[in-house]
């Protein structure tokens, strides 16, 4: 097992790896001896070959990124649900060291937030995957975030969608309440060039300064938020590696698009 990683509580330290570019089946095979019996069935219910391998490096990622943390194996690590759906760690160990994380996956490329005492949710999307309609912002989103998207110019719509739809995944999965929670209930505000705000219906229950969000481009065709809990006065800190689980590791710059004061 490598050397455990130092995770403070002021830190999140963000873990991508390009699973499509992971073709070894050897290293394929070495990944499904940490899997639960669970995790091996759910990988072959997929039935093209690229989200079989989506998978697979998805779930070799969590548990090996975890065991960066703590010392319990790779295969050992244990998860459950919450009422809503969203996975946890379930080892007894674990629970002293209050870890959280949050996996999200697009084309090509998978994202694991992790934290140490506070919620943490991540969302990362390829800006080039699907083109995106105004209707949905119109039906789905905050009114002023719908009108906020009508009046940016065309070229300009793609990203600004983006930007709305990354911030507003990794609020609902930092809640851990995934779409039980109303997209129109809470709302994100661009003031200047690299701020961002927010706004939450008294219907939710929740106040905006007990979250912060950040914006990245780990690639120029990616747009990855991060939503984490605020933990006292001290800054936060934003760590990114690139891996490929059980064979390399760096340290990589994000840059950063946007965050919260």
Known sequence: MSAVIPLTPSEIHVWLSFWDGITDENLHDVYRELLSSDERRQENRFYFAKDRCRYL?????????????????????????????????????????????????????VALGVTRSREVGVDIEHLQARAVATEIADRYFAEEEAAALRAVPPESKQFRFFEYWTLKESYIKARGMGMSLSLDKFSFHFSDAQAIEMTISSELDDDPSRWQFWQFRPAPEYMLAICAERVGVQASQVIFRQVIPMLSEEVVDGPCVRASR
């Open 57 to 109: 490096v998805s779930r070799a990622l969590v548990r090996t990124v975890l065991s960066r943390y703590l010392c319990i194996e790779p295969q050992d690590w244990e998860f459950s649900r919450n009422t809503f759906g969203r996975p946890e760690i379930a080892n007894r160990a674990a629970r002293p060291a209050r870890l959280s994380f949050n996996l999200s996956h697009t084309q090509n490329l």
